[in-house]
C-alpha cells in the first residue's frame, strides 16, 4: 500500500460512505477491518514470476479494479485469492480468517469468494436452473426444493426467470454470463471475483453483464473486478489497482488513476487504451 | 440422408429406398427377437410344464425341407430353349431344415452369449470409470492406472483366459461354491469368462472414457471447484456426467468388439453362441451352412446393440454436447441458426 498517498484514502473512503448509506449496510464494527487483505503474495510458475509482491486491502462494500497489461498478474492475483491456484508466499485473510493457512479448508472458503470466469464454464450438461442448484445441492446440502427456490430468485435477480429450462448452448453469451454470476451468487459469497468477465462478449452483449455488476455495486456487494471496461471502472469501483510485471504500480480512486496518475508507467497505459 | 432425425441401423439400410429400408429392418428385427424370445419363453416355461414340443426340440419339423431338396437335387428346369440348373434350390431347402435342425442351439448358445456381454460390459465399466479418472486426475498415481492398461490391453484375450481357467486356483474355489452349476447358475467356466472379460474389456474401456474425460474443458471442472466443491465432487457431478455422454460412440464400440469376442469363452468350454455352433459344425461336416448361419445370428445381436446404443445417445443427449445429429457445419445442410452461431 506504499503506493498510496493519505489524501487518496480520504477521497476512497468518502465516496464509499456515499454507497453504503444507499445500501444501508454500514457497520461500524466491520469498518475497521478491511475484509480482504493481501499480504505480499510472490508465485511464479516455473521461471516466470508472475506475482511479486502483491499487497492490497479491500474493505467491504468496496469495488476494486484491477487494471495492467495481459500478463501483469491480475488473473493469477484473482485465482490466488480463492486458491485455485496456490500461492508460493504471502498471506491473504478474509476478515479473521487466513484463505492461505494450511488448516484452511479451500473448498469452505470458495464459498465465501464466489469467482466470475472470462470463459463463463457454465456445466455444459445442465439447465440455467441445475447450474445454481447443483452448488446449492451438493456442497450446501439443501433440499430440491429449497435449492431450486434460491436458484429461481437468484435467476430473477440477474434477469433470466424465463430461461431456466434452458440448457447453456441454448442461451447467448451475455445470458450464460448472467447465469454464471447467479451461480456465484447463490453460495452467499462475501466477496465476488469477476476475471475478465466480458472479455469474451461483443459489446452488445457486455453492457447487459455490465448491468447485473453495477446492480451488484448498488446492493453493496464487496468486489474485486479484473476488466478493460474502463466505463464499468469509472462509474463503479471504489479504487482502482494498476498492475504490471507481477507488481502494483499504482492504487487510488478512479479519478485520480485515470485523470492524474502518478506513474509515467500508468499514464502511458491508459493512452495506450483510449487510442484502441 | 436429408432425415431431420436419422434412426441408426434403419437409417443406413434405408439409404435410396427409405420407405423399404426402415420396414424390412424392423420385419427382421421382430422375426430375429420373436424367436429368440419364443425359443427360450418355450425352452425355460413352458418345457417345464409340459407344453409345446419341449425343451430344445423344433418346432417345425426340418422332413418337407429335406424332401423338397431332394426333388431338386440334379434337376434341370426347362423354359422354351434356355436350360436353367436347379442345384441351388435344393442347397437353399437343404439350408432351411439344417436351420430348422441347429435353431435351438443357437438360440440356447445366443443367450450365454448375450449374458456373457451384457454383464462383463457394464462391470467393466464400473472398473474402467475409476481407473480412467485416476489416470487422468490421479497426478503421482497415474502409472498404476497406466500399467493396469498396458498390461491388459498387451496381453491376449484367450491367454488371460487360459491364466484364469487353467493357472490360478480361481476355478477350484469358484467351483467349490455351493450354488455354481445348480439350477439356472452356471456353471464355474461361465464365471471365469465373465471375470476375464470385465477385467479385459474394463482396460479397452478406461482408455474410451480417458479420451472423453479429456475432451471435456478444464475449466468445467474449476468452475465446479470454484463453488466449493472438491475435486472428486467436481469430478462425479460436472465431468463424468459429460464424459459418459462423449463416450458413448467409443463406448458401442467396445460393446461390439465384445459380442464378437465372447467367442473365445468357448475355448474354456463355455456352450456359448460360437461353442454350440462348432460342437455341431465338427459332428456334421457342414462347416460352410453352419457358420454362416452363426454369423446372422452375431449380425442381428451386433445390429441390435448399435441401434439401441444409438437410442440411448439421443435420449441423454443435451443440446451442445457431443454430436448426436452429425456435424451441420460445413454441409449443404447447414441450417440457418447453425450458420447464426457461428457467425
Known amino acids: 500500500m506504499s503506493e498510496r498517498n493519505p489524501d487518496d484514502a480520504g477521497g476512497r473512503i468518502e465516496s464509499k460512505r456515499e454507497r453504503e448509506s444507499v445500501a444501508g449496510t454500514a457497520d461500524a464494527e466491520r469498518e475497521t477491518e478491511p475484509l480482504l487483505r493481501i499480504e505480499d503474495l510472490w508465485k511464479s510458475y516455473g521461471n516466470e514470476e508472475v506475482l511479486r509482491g502483491v499487497s492490497l486491502e479491500v474493505d467491504r462494500g468496496d469495488v476494486e479494479v484491477l487494471v495492467g497489461p495481459s500478463g501483469s498478474g491480475k488473473s493469477t492475483l484473482l485465482r490466488c485469492l480463492n486458491r485455485l491456484t496456490e500461492v508460493d508466499s504471502g498471506h491473504v485473510y478474509l476478515g479473521e480468517t487466513e484463505v492461505t493457512g494450511p488448516d484452511t479448508d479451500p473448498n469452505a472458503i470458495r464459498q465465501q469468494i464466489g469467482m466470475v470466469f472470462q470463459d463463463i464454464n457454465l456445466f455444459t450438461h445442465l439447465t440455467a436452473r441445475q447450474n445454481i442448484t447443483l452448488g446449492l445441492r451438493k456442497v450446501r446440502g439443501q433440499s430440491k426444493a429449497e435449492a431450486r427456490r434460491r436458484a429461481d430468485s437468484e435467476l430473477d435477480r440477474v434477469g433470466l426467470l424465463a430461461q431456466a429450462g434452458s440448457y447453456p448452448a441454448q442461451l447467448s453469451g451475455g445470458q450464460k454470463q448472467r447465469v454464471g454470476i447467479a451461480r456465484a451468487l447463490a453460495m452467499d459469497p462475501e466477496v465476488m471475483l469477476f476475471d475478465e468477465p466480458t472479455s469474451a462478449l461483443d459489446p452488445e452483449l457486455s453492457n447487459e453483464v455490465l448491468e447485473v455488476m453495477s446492480q451488484l455495486v448498488a446492493e453493496g456487494m464487496t468486489m474485486v473486478v479484473v476488466t478493460h471496461e474502463m466505463r464499468f471502472a469509472r462509474g463503479g469501483a471504489t479504487g482502482i489497482t494498476f498492475l504490471d510485471e507481477g507488481k502494483v504500480i499504482e492504487h487510488g480512486p478512479p479519478d485520480q488513476i485515470f485523470d492524474d496518475p502518478e506513474r509515467e508507467r500508468t499514464a502511458r497505459f491508459f493512452q495506450s487504451i483510449r487510442h484502441e | ?343
Open chain 2, 1 to 343: 440422408m436429408s432425415d431431420s432425425s436419422p434412426d441408426g441401423v434403419r437409417d443406413r439400410l434405408g439409404g435410396s429406398s427409405r420407405r423399404i429400408g426402415p420396414v424390412l429392418a424392423v420385419l427382421a428385427g421382430v422375426a430375429f427377437w420373436g424367436w429368440l424370445l419364443t425359443r427360450w419363453f418355450n425352452d425355460w416355461v413352458l418345457a417345464r410344464v409340459g407344453v409345446g414340443p419341449g425343451a430344445g426340440e423344433n418346432y417345425l419339423s426340418p422332413a418337407p425341407f429335406e424332401a423338397a431338396a431332394e426333388t431338386f437335387e440334379g434337376t434341370v428346369a426347362t423354359v422354351g430353349p434356355v436350360r436353367l440348373p436347379m442345384n441351388w434350390l435344393a442347397t437353399l431347402f437343404d439350408g432351411v431344415a439344417l436351420a430348422i435342425d441347429i435353431a435351438p442351439i443357437l438360440a440356447d448358445g445366443a443367450w450365454n452369449t448375450i449374458v456373457l456381454t451384457g454383464v462383463s460390459i457394464v462391470l467393466g465399466l464400473f472398473i474402467a470409470v475409476p481407473i480412467a479418472v485416476l489416470r487422468v486426475y490421479g497426478g503421482p498415481f497415474r502409472w498404476i492406472a497406466l500399467a493396469y492398461t498396458e498390461l491388459i490391453r498387451g496381453t491376449p484375450l484367450l491367454a488371460q483366459l487360459f491364466v484364469l481357467y487353467y493357472g490360478l486356483p480361481l476355478a477350484v474355489w469358484i467351483n467349490d461354491l455351493e450354488m455354481v452349476g445348480r439350477g439356472f447358475v452356471p456353471e464355474y467356466a461361465f464365471w471365469i469368462a465373465i471375470i476375464g472379460f470385465t477385467i479385459n474389456g474394463s482396460a479397452y474401456q478406461t482408455e474410451y472414457i480417458r479420451g472423453a474425460l479429456e475432451s471435456v474443458d478444464e475449466g468445467q471442472l474449476t468452475a465446479a471447484r470454484a463453488i466449493g466443491m472438491t475435486r472428486l465432487e467436481g469430478i462425479r457431478h460436472v465431468v463424468l456426467p459429460q464424459t459418459l455422454r462423449y463416450g458413448i460412440p467409443a463406448w458401442t464400440n467396445e460393446l461390439v468388439y465384445l459380442i464378437k469376442y465372447s467367442s473365445l469363452a468357448g475355448f474354456i468350454t463355455v456352450p456359448e453362441l460360437y461353442y454350440r455352433a462348432s460342437r455341431v459344425a465338427s459332428s456334421t461336416f457342414e462347416y460352410t451352412p453352419i457358420f454362416t448361419l452363426l454369423a446372422l445370428v452375431y449380425l442381428g445381436l451386433v445390429l441390435t446393440a448399435t441401434d439401441a446404443m444409438g437410442r440411448l445417445e439421443r435420449r441423454v443427449a443435451i443440446p451442445g454436447l457431443g454430436q448426436v445429429g452429425g456435424r451441420q457445419q460445413g454441409t449443404s445442410k447447414e441450417t440457418r441458426t447453425d450458420a447464426d452461431e457461428t457467425a
